[in-house]
């Protein structure tokens, strides 16, 4: 099974709402990323926090990171029609280099 | 900056044959990376490369061959194409070691095999 999962696996909100996801992993890591993807497109990198790091804000995203539980959550506030996309969260582990490892993804959908 | 190309978008397959998914990227980047993306499965991992001589195995690396002759370029083989691989492969680079950054995406390919 994947490294990364995210839950839930599909959102839909309304426009203005806040939208969090979640994501739980396995093993050790060096970091933890999100991306977004919008339908028929490649990954775009929105945050990363390091292991040593609680937790990270970008613009309207919040991120936390709890290593003790391995997990992590994204919050996007006030979400927009726009933000309609998929999100994953992907974690680098350490096995000698550096590889990094993909969730299943959530789809949030906004409603405007 | 091109970031990471990948070619060619699309391609149909018929079983058993081969092709070869090309990726370039011209960061300089030292870590180079192969996903195939099928519904509802997310990103998965097939081979990647922490440098050029270096390469090692994934999540799913049956089927498909690699190699890293160049720190630009990162081709993946398909030796004998399965509807099994019938997928979106999308092709990453970042900086070498404890760079803590992100991965760049290229565009992805289509592959469709019959």
């Known amino acids: 099974s994947q490294q990364g999962e995210e839950d839930p696996q599909a959102l839909s909100i309304q426009e203005g709402e806040n939208a969090t996801m979640n994501c739980s992993y396995k093993?050790?890591?060096?970091?933890l990323q999100w991306y977004r993807q919008n339908s028929g497109r490649g990954l775009v990198h929105l945050i990363l926090?390091?292991?040593?790091?609680r937790e990270k804000h970008s613009g309207r995203l919040r991120v936390t990171l709890d290593t003790s539980k391995k997990s992590s959550s994204l919050l996007i506030t006030a979400s927009r029609a726009a933000d309609t996309a998929s999100y994953f969260c992907?974690?680098?582990?350490?096995?000698?280099?550096?590889?990094?490892?993909f969730g299943a993804g959530t789809r949030l959908f906004v409603k405007a | 900056n091109a970031g990471v190309t990948q070619t060619p978008k699309f391609q149909v397959l018929k079983t058993g044959q081969s092709m070869t998914l090309q990726c370039a990227q011209d960061?300089?980047?030292?870590?180079m990376s192969w996903y195939r993306q099928d519904p509802g499965m997310g990103l998965r991992l097939i081979h990647y490369?922490?440098?050029?001589?270096?390469?090692d195995q994934g999540e799913v690396p049956n089927g498909y061959n690699v190699s890293r002759s160049t720190t630009e370029d990162f081709p993946l083989r398909l030796l004998s194409a399965a509807p099994s691989q019938t997928s979106v492969y999308f092709c990453?680079?970042?900086?070498?070691?404890?760079?803590?950054?992100?991965?760049?995406f290229g565009d992805g390919t289509r592959l469709s095999i019959l």
């Open positions: 990453a680079s970042r900086p070498g070691g404890r760079s803590n950054q992100p991965q760049h």
């Open positions: 093993t050790s890591i060096n970091n």
């Open positions: 926090i390091r292991s040593n790091e």
């Open positions: 992907a974690t680098e582990i350490n096995t000698g280099g550096f590889k990094t490892i």
């Open positions: 960061m300089n980047h030292e870590y």
């Open positions: 490369s922490v440098g050029a001589g270096i390469t």
